[in-house]
């Protein structure tokens, strides 16, 4: 590899150079403000392009655009940037979920019948997770407290839902995760102290509709 | 537009020459953006051919994939990347040429395209095409590289002349190195005379001269788009982002008249609605029917 080439790419990354420098940030720039629009309006704007230049710095890997969005928000969380935002982790996690949710390519047809003969786990046009801030519901930010989310592609009117789940629920569909649905009824009726057929009846409902949503897939 | 191009006092020397390197690409194209996707109607105004960024449809969205494979199902396709990376002192990058083979293999894309530059280095993105040195050595390299990725590929590749706002240090001009890897490689010229048009004025040469000395019977194809002056840096930005100048629509029409070629209108940025770009490549239409 030339040492000049070399010295220019690291020039250009490290705001030195006037022309490309600008050019590449705002190439970043325009990603990310545009991948993390609520983030983007709650942040100081002098602050994130700093942070933005540090990044560029730091180097993305990911070849493919869209995903670089992903990174950012890793390495403002590795490198705790932002900390006065207490909710920023939540926020960013929150808003890259939707994108890459929208990004996904995804297999479909009518999901068949759901039956506790069969073994589902979470499908990969959802996204669950435990959160701090309810940074899901606009001016509702800074509430700390437990929440659990879950994100899905609707379907049928082609956009991301999200849900506020109970924490039973969120137990369930972890641990379906993980080890299917039949010992997660039982793992779930030792805990609770309630039967497997209480545990089967409890979540039926539910289940039905996640499976009709596509947010079980049969494993 | 008549008006307009009778501005232009140039005459272009020599017989309009015809090339036909790509198979079943004819006329005029437009590029196909997501965000037209929803826009667009199969019934109503579609280009003669369409020009894809492959790297944006890698992972297809879902989303939009419908839509997609029925637009590229009624029209011819080339695709035009960014992240080949040809011009930096690296080999390529395998992985990424196969998941760009499978792209190409999948959609049956038979033409694809990159720039003369290079976006990355050592596993770091720019996702900004960067000046080359434009020196022998790199032109062996280069070179080289092109065989790699056609043989892979098991297509031809194109490539685009750039921009650059700084040049590296070279022991050719631009034109020569061009012309002596295309020659080299045996690889084909995707003409960007909008590109022409921004670097002439960027580094004083004359668009025209430049042009008049580019081998062109190596151009597969024309791009056309826009750039805007960036006052506090003091050059023409090759933005993809605006409209067409008069300028640049005048030095279409001047290399028109020396190649019988498709052209396509290229909008990367701030990108508008369907509709407003169905207008840019009307005015398109007439420049090249005006020829």
Redesign the interface.
Known sequence: ??K???E??YS??KNE????S???KK??F??LSSAYPLFYKEVDKKKFEKIVCKFMQH????????K?PNEFRLFIKKKKLFREIAYVDDLLWFEWSEVKL?????K?GLPQKFSYKNEYKLSK?CVMKKLKYRVFEKGSFEEKGTYYLLGF?DFME?RIVYKEISFPLYIFLKKMDKTGLKKTRKSISEMSDQSKKDVKKFFRDTLNELNSLHVLSPN | MQKLLTRNTRQASGANLKVQVLNNIKGLGLGLRKEFLQEIDEDGFLPDWWEIAP??W??????H?EKFEQMISLRPTVAHGV?LSIG???PV?KK?LKKMKNFLDYYNIEHYSDHIS?T?????????L?P??MTKK?LNFISDKIKTVEDFLQRPLMLENATY??L??SDMREVDFINELMEKSGAKLLLDVNNIYVNGKNHVFDPYDFLNELNLDKAAYIHVAGHYLNKE?G?L?DSHGVRVTKEVWEFLDYTLKKIDIPVMIERD?NIPSYRAMTTEYKTMQKVVQSV
């Open positions: 590899m030339s000049e080439q070399k220019f790419f250009v990354l150079q006037k022309v490309y600008s050019l590449v190439v970043f325009d990603a180097g993305a890997k990911n070849i493919k655009m869209w670089m929208m990004m996904k390519n995804y479909t046009s592609y082609y | 790297e944006n890698f992972d297809m969205p879902f989303h994939r992240a930096s002192d690296e990058d990424f290079f990355s280095l050592e596993g770091i993105q720019t996702y900004e960067l080359i040195n790199s706002y700084y590296p240090k840096l050059m930005i940025n």
